[in-house]
Nanobody, 126 residues
Framework: QLQLVESGGGLVQPGGSLRLSCAAS????????IGWFRQAPGQEREGVSC????????DYADSVKGRFTISRDKANTAVYLQMNSLKPEDTAVYYC???????????????????WGQGTQVTVSS
């Protein structure tokens, strides 16, 4: 059973930056496509960004394009979400998710993912 753990959330002022990390205890992530999702109070969980198992393909929600960057470390032990120019509307609980994949396909829907972390809170406020 793959157990994902997110870290790096916190309180940041508008315009600031945070880097979220997603890691799996005792597992390499090299065979998994990874997605970042977020859920604000009273709203549905939405996709933010995702990356293929090789790291060769990525996808971003329109609302974060140009501000967020998803990447994998070379050892394939973690996936990162670099978030710059943060806005109050980025405030949410951020989740990482994983699904086994050996292609360049990048899953964007929550139902395509089999494993989920517990989430990390990101609050953008002055």
């Amino acid at each position: 059973q793959l157990q994902l753990v997110e870290s790096g959330g916190g309180l940041v002022q508008p315009g600031g930056s945070l880097r979220l990390s997603c890691a799996a205890s005792g597992h390499s992530l090299d065979s998994y496509a990874i997605g970042w999702f977020r859920q604000a109070p009273g709203q549905e969980r939405e996709g933010v960004s995702c990356i293929s198992s090789s790291g060769g393909s990525t996808d971003y929600a329109d609302s974060v394009k140009g501000r967020f960057t998803i990447s994998r470390d070379k050892a394939n032990t973690a996936v990162y979400l670099q978030m710059n120019s943060l806005k109050p509307e980025d405030t949410a609980v951020y989740y990482c998710a994983a699904t086994l994949s050996w292609t360049e396909y990048v899953p964007v829907l929550t139902l395509e993912y089999d494993y989920w972390g517990q989430g990390t809170q990101v609050t953008v406020s002055s």
